[in-house]
């Protein structure tokens, strides 16, 4: 589809950095981007943010990076759709450079949710649900998670036990990454003694609030070949949107704009499924995982945790998902997320994937999903030689 | 520069609209831009907003526009660069389509502030500026700007009568634009007698806090030219930013992210400030008047009071500003007013302008400002025929 490829990626590590300030982490993750480029300076800055205007009282993040990584001047500003914010400003760097309208693109996902109270961070969240019709009933994101997740399984008969697997391959992929916040495998018994948070999701089918900032830098494929770059192709970029209430939604399992975004990127990529070698989903919550993988097309309805419970999604597995981790194991700094997902599969295609490197991947997919499904951006990216 | 055509435009007035929400606002100025296009549903939509996630606990406004549009399914993300925003949203859809990856792109910007306590309105206004360093410390936005605005009456001797042209000149303007909030011409007299808000800064030198809601759709002019469209032509669309405190800046003067922004504009175009017929400036407060004026090329430094007091910013002049009554006028809802801007050039290009209409305007210029000149974004579109 496009002509633009990655030249580098850079990242903090998830956790609770009530030492680094925003700026300092967008910083972090956006020097070693740059750095591995080998470029001075982009000619533009996409940052990926939810909460930093509620959490942080600063919107505007754009030109404050910008600035503070040395490039004042420089074309900047802030992409937001909720926790797929990172996936919409990656593709507003891919169509600045695919315009041709700019050379070098910084892309950067950064995020800063721990140092605010659990009850500012839960409203700060309830901003992506809508907000007259769900956010003023005391919805938080969890409950609205918990209510899909409970249709699930009554719809499809599936005990809660069958949501393990997800939890379990993102922990023990996580405890593989240096950048992830959590280490330590779990097991199944775990999982099943975990405290309850709106049932039935429990704390090991919930994603972590935590700080964290991923960076990617883009260029025209021609470019980086004179740059004597690996390239990692953007193959596909396609968002496609839903309702933000549930109950306006079509179908609460469809998950349609999923559906939607993926069959655009495949059109778009000229693939299908079974071209993918990796896939990065979005495990805020272990309901979410299964029906992104039936929605891009990797299970039937209702067969998504069927996929997990046959190991199928581990790095040795059909579809290896949360290869470095996932939202549960490596972290969910929520605007951050899409683009820590892209830096994923990069590493994953350059082979640095380490005890997580999945054989000879060569094509990769993400889907960053904002709300309960209603903004989804899948990205397809390819190596090539 | 590119081959992006707008083919419809639209806007509610701007006011206190207690009885709209965001969503509804922004449908109703979509709607008349797409029936004014001849369209019936967009491929992507850039939503321009600096404020919902604090005052109305929305974020997430690209997909909750797309679906209360009836669109629901099309990509949509919000985009945010302070009061800058509507251009930076505008500058994303053209990249969309320049790029080939969509075809028909809405862009809305949309704003609802007076539903909010004043305290809330001002600290979250003051999220555009630092957080850290400037807004931790008290400091509001109408301050920023007074600051400013001392040093330039300081700097170059000029007393705040000065300003006063620009102001007399916007209520004027807005006076004839039945979608202004303000319909009564004000004089030198009324000016100087103005309650102070922030020493220099008086009542008639702020734009007011208000709601409203813009947009325009864009489409390749190839496309536009088949559907039988007037041609009103993106010739430029070029951002630049600058630190976000004050105290960080090279020359406080110097507004030097609207400098280069104008330059770059003008190089894409390959036109010069003597080409531009009409230049809709960011007067959120008289002192930004004279500065855009001063960083486009339309004055020497310390000599933009000097425009305004000589009548060359009126429509008759020989660089109009505010036509439809800017900032000041017309209002200020401020994730709207980049997308209110390009609206009004658009409607002078037109020759809709009714008693303000700039005789023979075929080429417009914007500049929207983010923070206190942090982020600038300078359109030029030219009528072709």
């Not at 820590?340 to 000879?360: F, I, M, P, S, W």
């Amino acid at each position: 589809m496009t002509n633009v490829a990655i030249i580098g990626v850079g990242q903090t590590a998830i956790g609770e950095h009530w030492e680094f300030s925003l700026r300092e982490l967008a910083f972090q993750a956006l020097s070693q981007a740059i750095k591995e480029a080998g470029i001075e300076r982009p000619d533009a800055l996409f940052v990926a943010n939810m909460l930093a205007p509620r959490l942080s009282d600063q919107a505007h993040l754009g030109a404050l990076v910008a600035d503070y990584s040395g490039w004042r001047g420089i074309e900047a500003a802030t992409v937001e759709a909720a926790c797929a914010s990172g996936g919409a400003a990656f593709q507003a760097g891919v169509r600045a450079v695919a315009s041709g309208l700019a050379q070098v693109v910084a892309v950067c996902g950064v995020e800063k949710m721990t140092d605010a109270t659990s009850e500012s961070v839960t409203s700060a969240l309830a901003t992506a649900a809508d907000a007259d019709f769900e956010g003023a009933q005391g919805v938080t994101f969890v409950s609205l998670n918990a209510l899909i997740m409970r249709r699930y399984m009554h719809e499809y008969g599936v005990p809660h036990a069958a949501f393990a697997p997800f939890s379990i391959n993102a922990h023990r992929n996580a405890a593989n990454n240096p950048n992830a916040m959590f280490r330590q495998p779990i097991t199944d018994d775990v999982y099943a003694r975990a405290p309850m948070i709106a049932d039935p999701i429990n704390l090991y089918d919930s994603s972590p609030v935590c700080d964290g900032a991923a960076a990617i830098i883009l260029c025209p494929v021609e470019m980086a070949r004179d740059l004597g770059k690996p390239i990692i192709r953007v193959l596909a970029s396609a968002t496609a949107t839903d309702s933000l209430a549930l109950a306006d939604r079509r179908d609460l399992l469809a998950l349609d704009a999923a559906r939607q975004s993926a069959a655009r990127a495949y059109a778009q990529a000229g693939l299908s499924p079974q071209d993918i070698d990796v896939f990065e989903v979005h495990d805020a919550f272990t309901i979410m995982a299964a029906l992104s993988l039936e929605a891009a097309g990797f299970a039937e309805r209702g067969q998504g945790t069927r996929l997990a419970l046959d190991g199928e999604i581990t790095p040795q597995g059909r579809i290896p998902i949360s290869t470095m981790g996932g939202l549960k194991g490596r972290g969910h700094p929520v605007g951050a997320t899409g683009v820590y997902e892209l830096v994923d599969v990069v590493t994953q295609l350059r082979g640095e994937a380490g005890a997580n490197q999945v054989k000879d991947a060569a094509i990769g997919m993400t889907q960053n999903i904002g709300g309960t499904g209603s903004t989804v951006v899948t990205h397809i990216l390819r190596r090539e030689n």
